[in-house]
């Protein structure tokens, strides 16, 4: 298994999503054309020193989104996943700080100091909450490793399985083979948020999302690996 936790290096059979510099944004990310999209291109998310640890990070705060206004400037892959592992480390600088990581831009594994409910740090958002002991605090980098199986459609396009996921939080497991329900937020959120309230799921594959809110969160080390995830188990 490939190492989990804060500063986990990444295998050679996963690749870069973000490597700390502004080359790489560009590259791999692009802002999400979603209704309420208000920034324009190329990216404002700012390259900054990393405020614990050697080297550079990105900063969410684009002033498109200001007071809350997600999917106004959140930032997506330009690559599409089905199945996958992911790693991301985040760290949030100020009480309150609030960003999301969207796997498949549909589901939200929420960012969010001070909320310890289904919908606050590290919940499978509005469907499980995490343990909150698991969070490092302010100014202190966190990870998530995450392994997700896309949901199921057969021939017809019907959904016959939901999309799940395994979670390990700062190297301790959170969240064990769960099924996401839905998609939450509406259309603003991701992908087939405006579907049938959200449970509206179509079999199209999506980009890992990072959401701006106007928060100073900072994402580093981000890295996957596709995968073909065969049989209802993901634990890892």
Do not use: C
């Amino acid at each position: 298994m490939a190492q989990i936790g804060v500063g986990a290096k990444k295998p050679r059979s996963a690749h870069w999503l973000f490597d700390g510099s502004k080359k790489m944004l560009d590259k791999n990310w692009e802002y999400w054309e979603g209704p309420r999209l208000a920034a324009e291109p190329p990216i404002k998310w700012k390259i900054v020193d990393d405020p614990v640890d050697a080297g550079t990070a990105v900063n969410t705060n684009d002033p498109a989104a200001a007071n809350g206004l997600y999917g106004a400037a959140d930032i997506v892959t330009k690559e599409k996943f089905k199945d996958f592992r992911l790693h991301i480390e985040f760290l949030i600088q100020h009480p309150g700080g609030n960003s999301g990581v969207y796997l498949q831009n549909r589901y939200e594994i929420q960012v969010l100091d001070g909320d310890s409910t289904a919908h606050g740090m590290a919940a499978i958002i509005n469907e499980k909450a995490a343990p909150y002991s698991a969070y490092n605090g302010l100014g202190k980098w966190n990870a998530y490793d995450i392994t997700f199986r896309a949901a199921r459609f057969d021939k017809d396009g019907k959904l016959k399985e939901k999309a799940l996921v395994s979670i390990y939080f700062n190297g301790q497991k959170i969240h064990d083979n769960v099924h996401i329900q839905q998609v939450w937020g509406g259309p603003n959120s991701g992908i087939d948020g405006g579907n049938d309230g959200g449970k509206g799921i179509t079999d199209q594959p999506g980009g890992i999302k990072l959401q701006a809110e106007g928060h100073d969160v900072l994402y580093r080390n981000i890295w996957i690996e596709k995968l073909d995830i065969e049989g209802s188990q993901i634990d890892f």
